[in-house]
């Protein structure tokens, strides 16, 4: 709340006027992002840009953010600069070491054959495990936990 005083010494009277400050949020703001798309249509309307912006930034087409924004899921290669736009990683990590090999090649925007090479495994073996066709043996989870805790810098 503002106040304003305004005196005036030739006519003997005084009055105020008070003005709300109080900001007014934007029609399809999402207050609780929960979708990725959510997130990326809340900063975008915090910082005051266009999807055109967001999608130069980014380096998608402006239908892209459109498409994110109402529900499409963005494709792996694009999320590492999302999360960059963001400053923040806009998906949960499971406590487990399956799970947070998931999310960290989600988060890289990393296919398995990608994921396969940076971690010299079989990308097949990769899918079975991620995709809960597997679990991998315990001297497996040993090595994803070493590959998961060298990437640190990241995590």
């Given at each position: 709340m503002c106040t304003f005083l305004?005196?005036?010494d030739s006519k003997r009277h005084s009055f105020s006027i008070q003005?709300?400050?109080e900001k007014q949020q934007l029609p399809g703001y999402p207050e609780f992002p929960i979708t990725v798309g959510?997130?990326?249509r809340?900063?975008?309307m915090d910082l005051g840009l266009l999807q055109r912006e967001v999608a130069e930034i980014i380096g998608v087409t402006e239908s892209s953010v459109w498409n994110w924004e109402h529900g499409t899921e963005?494709?792996?290669q694009y999320n590492p600069k999302i999360i960059k736009f963001l400053g923040y990683i806009p998906f949960d990590c499971s406590d487990d070491t399956v799970g947070r090999l998931a999310w960290y090649k989600r988060a890289m925007g990393m296919n398995l054959d990608l994921l396969g090479e940076v971690?010299?495994?079989d990308p097949e073996q990769l899918s079975d495990w991620l995709s809960g066709r597997h679990?991998?043996?315990?001297k497996n989870r040993e090595k994803i936990e070493l590959f998961l805790e060298s990437q640190q810098?990241?995590?």
């Amino acid at each position: 709340m503002c106040t304003f005083l305004y005196y005036s010494d030739s006519k003997r009277h005084s009055f105020s006027i008070q003005i709300s400050l109080e900001k007014q949020q934007l029609p399809g703001y999402p207050e609780f992002p929960i979708t990725v798309g959510e997130h990326i249509r809340k900063k975008r309307m915090d910082l005051g840009l266009l999807q055109r912006e967001v999608a130069e930034i980014i380096g998608v087409t402006e239908s892209s953010v459109w498409n994110w924004e109402h529900g499409t899921e963005p494709e792996l290669q694009y999320n590492p600069k999302i999360i960059k736009f963001l400053g923040y990683i806009p998906f949960d990590c499971s406590d487990d070491t399956v799970g947070r090999l998931a999310w960290y090649k989600r988060a890289m925007g990393m296919n398995l054959d990608l994921l396969g090479e940076v971690m010299g495994r079989d990308p097949e073996q990769l899918s079975d495990w991620l995709s809960g066709r597997h679990n991998p043996l315990r001297k497996n989870r040993e090595k994803i936990e070493l590959f998961l805790e060298s990437q640190q810098t990241f995590l």
